[in-house]
Nanobody, 115 residues
């Protein structure tokens, strides 16, 4: 049974920060590329940030310089540090694990940026 469990979402004011975490079980975590996606109401799901098994990263232009993705293979976790949050960051954020043709998703966690 593969599980990706996210935590850390919530309500924050514009300019604030949140840290999302995703803990994986049922996979050999070190073999998987990890990513965070988000989906806002009425919009398509989009890639926010990704990190390879070797630690290479890439970010959506809209979050570059504000968000940081990291992984801790000893803890089977991937995190997303989100700073300088904007209302347009409001979305459900999903954790993703990919290895070859295997592709797994978490349940999603709500992030709301509002004053």
């Amino acid at each position: 049974q593969v599980q990706l469990v996210e935590s850390g979402g919530g309500l924050v004011q514009p300019g604030g920060s949140l840290r999302l975490s995703c803990t994986a079980s049922g996979i050999i975590f070190s073999l998987y590329g990890m990513a965070w996606y988000r989906q806002a109401p009425g919009k398509q799901r989009e890639l926010v940030a990704a990190i390879t098994k070797g630690g290479g990263t890439n970010y959506a232009d809209s979050v570059k310089g504000r968000f940081t993705i990291s992984r801790d293979n000893a803890k089977n976790t991937v995190s997303l540090q989100m700073n300088s949050l904007k209302p347009e960051d409001t979305a459900v954020y999903y954790c993703n694990a990919k290895f070859a043709i295997r592709d797994y998703w978490g349940q999603g966690t709500q992030v709301t940026v509002s004053s």
